[in-house]
C-alpha cells in the first residue's frame, strides 16, 4: 500500500518554473516506479514522466522533454517534478502515482494522490 499526496501548485506566469513534490508513505514506495500524470479541463489524464525506484530509467513525454524534470530522493519518500518555461496550456491537474514497473499509461499505475492544480498564465 502506497499513500500519495503533492503539493507545490499554483499560479505562474509564462516562461515561469514551478516544483511539484509527492510525498509517499508504505514500506514499497522505494522498490515503486512513481510517475507523474496531469489532466486538462474536458480532457483525458496524460503521461508526464515517470522514473523506475532507482531512478535509472526515465521516460518523458515527447512533448516535454527538455522543460520537466523527474527525480526522486527515496530517503525521504518523496518524487519530485521540477516544471520549467511553463505555458499555457501546461495549466492542469498534476497527479503522482506508483506502479511495480515503469509505464507511460495510466492502467499501469495502482496508487494515485489526490492531485495538484498548476495554472499559467499568459
Known amino acids: 500500500q502506497v499513500h500519495l499526496t503533492e503539493s507545490g501548485g499554483g499560479l505562474v506566469q509564462a516562461g515561469g518554473s514551478l516544483r511539484l513534490t509527492c510525498a509517499a508513505s508504505g514500506r514499497t514506495f522505494s522498490t515503486s516506479a512513481m510517475g507523474w500524470f496531469r489532466q486538462a479541463p474536458g480532457k483525458e489524464r496524460e503521461f508526464v514522466a515517470a522514473?523506475?525506484?532507482?531512478?535509472?530509467?526515465?521516460y518523458y513525454a515527447d512533448s516535454l522533454k527538455g522543460r520537466f524534470t523527474i527525480s526522486r530522493d527515496n530517503a525521504k519518500n518523496t518524487v519530485y517534478l521540477q516544471m520549467n518555461s511553463l505555458k499555457p496550456e501546461d495549466t492542469a491537474v498534476y497527479y503522482c502515482?506508483?506502479?511495480?514497473?515503469?509505464?507511460?499509461?495510466?492502467?499501469?499505475?495502482?496508487?494515485w494522490g489526490q492531485g495538484t492544480q498548476v495554472t499559467v498564465s499568459s
Open positions: 522514473l523506475t525506484w532507482r531512478g535509472v530509467n526515465i
Open positions: 502515482a506508483a506502479a511495480r514497473a515503469l509505464y507511460r499509461d495510466v492502467t499501469g499505475y495502482n496508487y
